[in-house]
């Protein structure tokens, strides 16, 4: 991410050089817009949507665009990501004009400062930060691309420090909304009618469906069988691989569907969980098939084939969720409330407890209050006749 430093010392300089009106407002300016929508006779040309969080966080967004898009159908609208799995979902959906990328994450942080201020010759008329984004490089980011109208949230926690007060239109979080409902409250800022039923999109090209029937092919997978596909993993960023089931879990599950339903597992993932997916494939006894494909294009139009979806609240899962697969969602210590798979068929299995969920939209890492045995109890007393029983009722 671009370098606090470099940031702040460019803030400092920029306040003296640029009206304040076009990049920073004050901040009693800023307070007294905080809830309000932006003015109702606003009509913007151009639109930049900053999806600089995970894969899933950007699908769940994608309902607000759409309302933006039927709201301002001549308008420009582009979205900023550091993540090619983004690239890929939003390069064919007629609600985004151009995806632009730049890894800030692997950028030098002065070159990453360039790029965000060469957008500001674009001009946007409106920039808006996909919730969620509870992170000072966010709002940064959104302030010194210069839009007039900054579209953004409050936070409930750590909000402050987050400098999302940069952002001139917002909404308080609300903790009771699932993540797409947030994002649909920012597109009302902009007088944008919400759907009665608003879905995820998500576009799978012709040649990554030509190249999943390829790939089945080649595996002897039939049209009539039953697949079933696993995602064990998840981001691993701010020690979130703590969310992660146990891979004896996964496996004893491939089993067990092997068994009583004759179905084809199939275990996706990226590059990073090679070693994961192949572990679980070994434990299985071969009963589960690791996906490797050319694209991540390719990725989602071989989950299209499956009939049941089991996964970590990760990124594949809202992309299962966006394919209207039926999914076990096995949910730790982050919100079912805010980010379940947003499907018509669905299960959560999660345990209830006091402490959980204990991981908010903030900037800082996991921390299980509790060690040892009881360290991250929320997801490792999960057994795996919970998941498999929520197998069983979605296949029903």
Excluded at 292 to 316: H, K, W, Y
Aim: proline residues 5%; charged residues 20%.
């Amino acid at each position: 991410m671009v370098s606090e430093l470099v940031l702040r010392n460019f803030i400092r300089t920029e306040t003296q050089s640029i009206s304040l009106s076009t990049t920073i407002c004050p901040l009693e300016s800023i307070q007294s817009m905080s809830n309000n929508k932006a003015d109702t006779s606003f009509e913007p040309c151009s639109i930049i949507v900053l999806a600089l969080s995970g894969l899933g966080d950007a699908l769940m967004a994608s309902p607000a665009l759409r309302a933006v898009r039927e709201r301002f159908p001549k308008a420009q609208i582009d979205i900023l990501t550091m993540f090619r799995p983004i690239v890929d979902i939003y390069k064919s959906n007629t609600s985004v004009n151009n995806v632009i990328y730049w890894n800030f994450l692997k950028e030098n942080p002065i070159l990453s400062l360039k790029f965000v201020l060469s957008l500001r010759k674009k001009r946007y008329d409106a920039s808006l930060v996909v919730f969620p984004a509870n992170r000072w490089p966010y709002n940064v980011i959104s302030c010194l691309i210069g839009a007039k109208t900054r579209l953004g949230h409050d936070y409930l926690h750590v909000n402050t420090r987050s400098l999302n007060a940069l952002n001139n239109s917002r909404v308080l979080e609300d903790d009771a909304l699932h993540n797409v409902e947030e994002n649909l409250r920012l597109s009302e800022l902009l007088e944008a009618a919400s759907p009665q039923n608003p879905k995820l999109e998500i576009t799978v090209a012709p040649l990554a469906v030509k190249e999943a029937e390829l790939w089945l092919e080649a595996n002897k997978i039939k049209n009539n069988e039953l697949v079933v596909g696993i995602h064990a993993g998840s981001a691993v960023f701010k020690n979130q691989i703590n969310k992660r089931w146990s891979a004896s879990g996964y496996a004893e599950i491939a089993q067990r569907l092997t068994n009583e339903y004759h179905a084809r597992v199939l275990l996706f993932g990226g590059p990073e969980e090679v070693d994961l997916n192949a572990s679980i494939a070994e434990m299985s006894g071969s009963k589960a098939t690791i996906v490797q494909t050319s694209s991540f294009q390719t990725t989602i139009a071989l989950m299209q084939r499956c009939g049941l979806f089991v996964s970590n609240d990760s990124g594949l899962m809202h992309v299962a969720a966006a394919l209207d697969l039926p999914t076990v969602a096995i949910f730790a210590y982050t919100s079912h409330v805010h980010t379940r798979p947003w499907c018509s068929r669905y299960i959560v299995v999660r345990h209830d407890l006091p402490c959980s969920p204990c991981f908010y939209f903030s900037p800082r890492p996991v921390k299980c209050k509790w060690s040892g045995d009881d360290e991250f109890m929320c997801i490792r007393r999960i057994t795996s006749n919970e998941v498999y029983a929520a197998c069983k009722e979605l296949l029903q």
